[in-house]
């Protein structure tokens, strides 16, 4: 409680970082994503993306109609999550495909696809462009290739 309103703390488990945390305000529909979700665009350099991936469904879940990220203007729908989502995936998949391929993480780095990404998070305007790529790029291609490297050698993760 805080006063007399309802707050709920959850953990939602390793995603962009080990202690990631949200907190819901279910009455008046606030939910505070913490770095889960941060405009403009996702830090990866801690992240485990499958589990992140499962947090952003968690969010999804909660129903806010205000979504309050770590970083970034306030939203009012899951438009944004929903890209963040289609991020992760995306680099997941590419990078579980070049550890299958026996290829190295600087081929991946050099070579993975963000192209409609930085469309999508930068919209054409050249600081948020730079945001990904170097925010995004070069950290996310190397946790995700060490996740999928880590789950090549029989791990289970989400």
């Not at 945001?131 to 996740?147: L, Q």
Request: proline share 4%; with cysteine; glycine share 10%.
């Amino acid at each position: 409680m805080l006063g007399t309103r309802r707050v709920q703390l959850v953990r939602t488990g390793r995603g962009n970082t080990a202690g990631d945390a949200i907190a819901f305000i279910p009455d008046a529909g606030v939910l505070l994503t913490g770095d889960l979700v941060t405009v403009p665009c996702p830090f990866p350099s801690a992240a485990c993306f499958s589990e992140w991936i499962v947090a952003l469904d968690r969010l999804k879940e909660m129903r806010a109609t205000r979504i309050v990220p770590g970083h970034g203007h306030s939203m009012t729908d899951y438009g944004y999550n929903d890209l963040v989502r289609e991020l992760l995936l995306s680099t997941r998949e590419q990078a579980r495909a070049t550890v299958r391929a026996g290829t190295p993480v600087d081929t991946l780095q050099q070579t993975i696809d963000f192209g409609s990404f930085i469309q999508r998070f930068g919209g054409g305007d050249i600081v948020r462009t730079d945001a990904i790529n170097s925010f995004y790029r070069e950290p996310a291609a190397r946790r995700a290739f060490d996740e999928a490297q880590f789950e090549s050698q029989g791990a289970i993760l989400q």
